[in-house]
């Protein structure tokens, strides 16, 4: 057994999709980054890599890469399976929570942890993701950004 974490944080901008845990939530902003932008599943990503001693997402998938430009965040993270699987690991559980002020995530929480759950090969009760704010605190306080932190314990097979 091996537990990692993983941290990520994107700035919310206009003319961007808001992507979440691989759901796309109908918001007049989205986060701005290389690929969709997903905070979430990058910071799941991270947990998963650093538990397994396999560095971060930024050294497999790097944002100078035109592979990796608009590339969907699931892909990354079966991606990121898959690694885990070459080294002899699978998912154990994922405990994720999500630093927003707006939009109010807890509706689509259900719907993420249905798409990660597929995209992992994990039962949906194995993921956790909780929703706060910052109470108007730092920059998501501000509705600058999204941040979001990941832990997670992967067993080997």
Known sequence: MRVGFGFDVHRLVEGRELWLGGVRIDYSLGLLGHSDADVLIHAICDALLGAAGLRDIGYHFPDTSGEYKDIRSTILLERTVALLRGKGY??????????AEQPKLNPHIPAMQR????????????????????????FTGRQEGISAYAVCLIEGV
């Open 90 to 99: 699978r998912v154990g559980n994922i405990d994720a929570t999500v630093c």
């Open 115 to 138: 798409v990660l759950a597929d995209v992992m090969g994990i039962p949906e009760g194995d993921i956790s993701i909780k929703a706060t704010t910052t109470e108007r605190l730092g």
